[in-house]
């Protein structure tokens, strides 16, 4: 059965602090990618990766940084967490071609203080 | 850019109705379009996913159409469940996936 993984569910961090979310697949895919969820805004990309040490930035990079040093591990990193990082966090993983459907973990809700 | 709009925002019909969501996009030049559920505080499941050479896509008692010339999708839902209560969302497939704000439906027993 099909896994995407995440660190954690919840996350509570005070404004300042570096925060890492993980994410990991055991699919072997090579696109990863991490999304941000918010009410009446949808999925937002903010980052994604086609394969290990390979990054591209989504539509609201800034404050984030990503990490991808193995095909399965692929990591969101906030920098300095502020309030406006408060969300929801939703990894995926995809594999190639057009039949592919994304695979999504759990999901990590991060309230930052 | 892609932009991926989904009309009703939310939805509340009585237990046994057949009812359509919409999914509209901005570039036709899409691999794929698909439809996805998320329960509260999850993360998304796939239902269906439509390549751009076809028309639709059928399970149980859902049902999806790809209109890629006029850049629509529907989702059918056939005699409504209180479980299918859930937020669903489209997702076009332009290299990379751009999402609706989903349809929330409330589905009362």
């Known amino acids: 059965d099909v896994k995407v993984t995440q660190s954690s569910r919840y996350l509570v961090k005070r404004t300042g602090e570096k925060v890492f979310l993980e994410c990991v697949q055991d699919m072997d895919h090579e696109n990863m990618f991490w999304y941000r969820q918010d009410p009446g805004l949808g999925l937002r990309l903010i980052y994604f990766?086609?394969?290990?040490?390979?990054?591209e930035k989504g539509d609201i990079p800034e404050g984030y940084s990503v990490s991808r040093e193995k095909k399965e591990r692929f990591s969101l990193i906030l920098e300095s967490a502020s309030t406006n990082q408060t969300s929801m966090y939703l990894c995926a993983s995809w594999g190639q071609g057009a039949k592919e459907t994304q695979y999504f973990g759990p999901g990590t809700r991060l309230l930052v203080l | 850019k892609q932009e991926v709009t989904q009309i009703p925002a939310a939805l509340s019909v009585p237990e046994g109705e057949n009812l359509v969501l919409n999914c509209s996009f901005t570039d036709s030049a899409i691999y794929n379009l698909q439809w996805f559920r998320q329960d509260p505080g999850k993360g998304l499941t796939s239902l269906l996913l439509?390549?751009?050479?076809?028309r639709e896509q059928t399970s149980g008692r859902l049902n999806a159409s790809l209109d890629k010339s006029s850049g629509r999708s529907t989702l059918y839902i056939a005699a409504s469940q209180p479980g299918d209560s859930a937020t669903y969302l489209c997702?076009?497939?332009?290299?990379?996936?751009?999402f609706g704000a989903g349809t929330r439906l409330t589905v009362k027993p």
């Open positions: 990766s086609y394969d290990v040490k390979m990054k």
């Open positions: 439509i390549q751009s050479s076809q």
């Open positions: 997702a076009v497939d332009n290299n990379d996936m751009r």
